[in-house]
């Protein structure tokens, strides 16, 4: 169990760390390239209006099919719609294609964000359960805070595309972490279920 531990707490990083460079670097596009306040507005209410609309539904699906298939599809999906957008790079002018990309990656988060916190105690089990929520919001709220500096720092000397290849790469690298946690049981206990609560309150307020 504590390699499971140690493994999920990795995972949550490096996935998270490549998403949020990437999520923070398109709204500075769309807030100075773009130079449209509309467009930034825009972009914060569709990631709220995702969330809020997609979770519950994604929840359902997090308790009726076998986690780790959801994870792995979420993961497959980043992966193969991220290159697209590196090798046909002029997408990210393009407002419409940027919120496609936006409206994706936000979905697929959710999808391994709720499936992790869902299956927590089939990780970590009942004796880490706790330490793990606690240790990878804060995780959470710590790539939250240090993304936009480092992506603004970054931003003036690489193009949005690469950004993309900076996911890309966390994101396989998160793929192949994530093959070496077991799950242990497929159950969702009433302490999961709860988690699973706390974590959309949190990673709302994180969007916000």
């Keep these: 169990m504590k390699r499971n531990y140690y493994l999920l707490l990795l995972f949550t990083l490096i996935s998270i760390i ?3 460079l990437f999520i923070f670097a398109l709204s500075f596009k769309l807030l100075y390239d773009y130079k449209s306040p509309l467009y930034f507005t825009t972009y914060l209410v569709t990631l709220v209006i995702i969330e809020v609309l997609c ?14 298939k959801l994870v792995i599809m979420g993961q497959i999906i980043n992966l193969c719609i991220i290159p697209i957008f590196i090798v046909f790079n002029h997408l990210l002018d393009n407002i419409i294609t940027i919120f496609i990309l936006l409206i994706i990656l936000t979905i697929t988060d959710i999808i391994v964000g709720l499936t992790f916190t ?3 105690v089939g990780i970590v089990g009942d004796t880490l359960l706790e330490k793990a929520v606690s240790n990878r919001e804060a995780i959470i709220r710590m790539v939250s805070i240090v993304a936009p500096i480092l992506g603004g720092t ?3 000397f690489i193009h949005l595309s690469d950004f993309l290849i900076i996911m890309i790469i966390t994101e396989l690298l998160s793929l192949v972490l994530f093959l070496f946690i077991k799950f242990n049981h497929e159950q969702t206990s009433e302490k999961n279920k709860e988690t699973i609560e706390e974590n959309q309150m949190t990673e709302t307020g994180i969007l916000k």
């Excluded at 979770?55 to 780790?68: E, Q």
């Design 18 to 20: 490549g998403s949020e």
């Design 55 to 68: 979770a519950p539904l994604i929840g359902k699906l997090v308790d009726h099919y076998t986690k780790k």
């Design 118 to 120: 869902s299956g927590l």
């Design 154 to 156: 970054i931003y003036a």
